[in-house]
């Protein structure tokens, strides 16, 4: 289990460098403006849409889903460093919207392959650790490259390092993915599924009673998320001026507290249940934004900070694990792909797009409104009438 820990931390490293700085780079060394900042944050949800499911499938049918996701870590690598040389902003977009697609996959691959392991394990008695606790190593690695880049950016400028320390967190996890230990045996999958094909099977239980009205508040939320990914950073910048360095660090708070928010997630859940959590988390999403929008303040930047585990758990997290508990092990993959795909990327391809129309025709502090509008109305979804399946104890 501890080599699928490093994967988590290794993996999420990849999105730690790029997240908190893409905006900022694509601004500063690109010529993008706001607007086309959000189109390509847009554009670029094509790699929720277009590759989780088929890639998920091919892991639930045919491939070995360690070779898939170090094939994938290699290919995207390779792509963002394309980045490097490109000018035009048409180009630019075309080409992080290629190494979207080929990326995007990585992580529900890694969630179900975890989970495929898991129950494998408790099947045959074995004690495994639950998803949080192996999930919390993403989150490590996700802070490190601000770290990184905190120390080298006082030497280096951004459009010299931010993509060439990118590629090489990518290649680090690919071949970090070639040692991990087998996943379980496809044999019984196929025996148990000649009649239907695990991606369809996933749909109908996502969208079934037991996940529809969860799956519904997920897409405001996911249509939500480009207002703070693509634009805190700016606002940082543009609005507060804060240095380039630092924008990584104030970015990385967050997900320094998340650590503790996810290593309480099991004490959570036994006081305030799934749904607590998530109305929890869905209320400090719509009050950091809220908050934003109001006051220009760098201490309040910072403050907000401090809430974003409970953000993550809400929206990222729990849903993981929500999601699975829909699973069948015959398409444990398929579902977490296909979650992604119609539940966060179709919303995420149109969000990006309106986020960036917001922020440049009103501003980003109105777009922060607009996305605590849309947040509180996920809150009330979540608070009124979502009712979730009965908790099952091999869910920690």
């Known amino acids: 289990m501890f080599r699928i820990k490093i994967q988590f931390a290794l993996t999420y490293m990849v999105l730690g460098g790029i997240a908190p700085l893409l905006a900022v780079f694509l601004k500063g060394e690109k010529g993008f403006s706001n607007a086309e ?4 944050f847009s554009i670029a949800s094509l790699g929720l849409i277009l590759s989780p499911a088929l890639v998920t499938l091919l892991a639930d049918t045919r491939f070995d889903s360690r070779r898939i996701l170090g094939f994938s870590l290699f290919a995207s690598a390779a792509l963002f460093s394309t980045l490097q040389f490109t000018e035009p902003v048409w180009s630019t977009t075309l080409l992080y919207t290629l190494y979207s697609i080929v990326y995007m996959p990585v992580i529900p691959l890694l969630d179900g392959y975890y989970f495929s392991v898991r129950h494998e394990r408790l099947e045959a008695g074995q004690q495994i650790p ?3 606790q192996v999930r919390l190593w993403g989150t490590v690695g996700f802070v490190l490259p601000s770290i990184v880049f905190l120390i080298l950016l006082a030497d280096y400028s951004m459009g010299k390092l931010f993509v060439p320390a990118c590629v090489a967190f990518s290649l680090t996890g690919a071949i970090s993915a070639f040692f991990l230990p087998p996943p379980p045996s496809r044999i019984a999958k196929k025996s148990e599924s000649k009649s239907k094909i695990p991606t369809t099977a996933a749909i109908r239980e996502l969208f079934s009673p037991k996940g529809r009205l969860f799956c519904i508040a997920l897409a405001i939320v996911a249509f939500a998320l480009p207002v703070y990914y693509a634009f805190f950073p700016l606002f940082l910048q543009e609005n507060l001026q804060v ?3 630092y924008i990584a660090i104030i970015g990385a708070i967050g997900p320094v507290f998340e650590i503790f928010w996810i290593m309480s997630l099991g ?10 959590i998530m109305v929890l988390g869905l209320t400090t999403m719509a009050l950091r934004l809220l908050l934003l929008s109001t006051f220009e303040s760098v201490p309040l930047a910072v403050l907000v900070q401090v809430f974003h585990g409970a953000e993550i758990l809400a929206t990222i997290i729990v849903p993981v694990m929500y999601i699975d508990r829909l699973a069948g092990n015959r398409f444990r993959n398929s579902i977490q792909g296909v979650f992604l795909m119609l539940v966060i990327g179709v919303p995420r391809l149109i969000g990006g797009w309106v986020a960036g129309f917001f922020a440049e025709t009103r501003g980003v502090l109105d777009t922060f409104l607009y996305g605590s509008v849309l947040a509180f109305t996920a809150l009330l979804l979540i608070t009124l009438f979502f009712k979730p399946v009965p908790e099952q104890e091999d869910i920690d």
């Open 243 to 245: 240095e380039k360095r």
């Open 130 to 132: 639950p998803y949080h």
């Open 37 to 40: 900042v959000g189109q390509l």
């Open 267 to 276: 004490w959570l859940r036994s006081k305030i249940r799934l749904k607590g």
